[in-house]
């Protein structure tokens, strides 16, 4: 049980297009979604927390406008990079979170690889 | 502030011996620890968490962790490592709103 999907696992762009991933709880519902950002060789790095039903809550130094997160259902959540640039090339992990005996777990996505040319 | 530190950026060991990985923790309420691990290219697994009661954790493929109030720790260990074992280990806290704090990541790798 708790799994999350994402896709693409792998996105290759043009410069100036937007991207959308999408992060998807398969056996739980998940109030809470969480999206990451990692480089190589570097720990993850939080941008936003998506509550179904609400807008986004971004981590200091977030672009909202680049970085749109929409949390529609209890199950999904997309991450749209948008005017995408090279510099936005990375690892992007999703996680979805529910709460076991108190405490929050999170469960994390396999991650979508994006490419900016 | 809540953070996370892992000491080692990488530690080599070799197959069958054991292991340490070292977490440090800072935060100001009884914390909710996690050790993730992650192959290249890949998301991240949970190894093992600590919320609350027995101090030493089981977690899967063997490895355990002990969380110590007193050291601020919760130290990952396994007592003999494998080649499949090769990976990044990261450990992390569980701050408000169910937000991971996660430390800076500890590279292993394994010699034959």
């Known amino acids: 049980g708790a799994v999350v999907s994402q896709h693409p696992s792998r996105v290759i762009c043009k410069s100036g297009t937007s991207v959308k991933i999408e992060c998807r709880s398969l056996?739980?519902?998940?109030?809470?979604m969480f999206w990451y950002r990692q480089f190589p060789k570097q720990s993850l790095m939080l941008m936003a927390t998506?509550?179904?039903?609400?807008?986004?809550?971004?981590e200091q130094g977030v672009e909202k406008d680049k970085f749109l997160i929409n949390h529609a259902s209890l199950t999904l959540s997309t991450l749209t990079v948008t005017s995408a640039h090279p510099e936005d090339s990375s690892f992007y992990i999703c996680?979805?979170?529910?709460?076991?005996?108190?405490?929050?777990?999170?469960?994390f996505g396999p991650g979508t690889r994006l490419t900016v040319l | 502030a809540q953070s996370v530190t892992q000491p080692d950026i990488h530690i080599t060991v070799s197959e069958g011996a054991s292991l340490e990985l070292r977490c440090n923790y800072s935060y100001g309420a009884t914390p909710y620890l996690f050790w993730y691990v992650q192959s290249p290219g890949q998301g991240l697994q949970l190894l093992l968490k600590?919320?609350?009661?027995?101090?030493l954790v089981q977690g899967i493929k063997g490895f355990e962790a002990e969380f110590k109030r007193s050291q601020s720790s919760f130290n990952l260990r396994k007592p003999s490592v494998h080649w499949s074992d090769a990976a990044e280990y990261f450990c992390?806290?569980?701050?408000?709103?169910?937000?991971?704090?996660f430390g800076q990541g500890t590279e292993l790798s394994v010699k034959p």
């Open positions: 992390a806290v569980g701050g408000q709103g169910g937000k991971l704090i």
């Open positions: 996680s979805a979170s529910t709460t076991l005996a108190g405490g929050y777990e999170q469960f």
């Open positions: 998506s509550n179904e039903g609400s807008k986004a809550t971004y």
């Open positions: 056996d739980f519902q998940a109030t809470t």
């Open positions: 600590y919320f609350s009661g027995d101090t």
